[in-house]
């Protein structure tokens, strides 16, 4: 529930890394994240710490209550 939460981009990112799939690859025969969603792996990288940092958050309130 708290990934399906995430702004869609963000959800997108986190779903397809929990696939394993990686984030950039230097072999162009290789899906990655960075490809699929045709951004840079620095900008993959930020939305993805984004998305752990709000999951974390959502958890811990989460076991709180």
Known sequence: DAIDRLPEFQRRIV?????DIPIESNDPSV???SKVLG???KTIRT????????????????GRV
């Open 31 to 33: 899906e990655s994240i």
């Open 15 to 19: 779903v397809m890394w929990r696939q």
């Open 47 to 62: 939305h993805r710490d984004k998305a752990f940092a709000i999951l974390k958050l959502r958890l811990e309130r989460k």
């Open 39 to 41: 951004k840079s792996e």
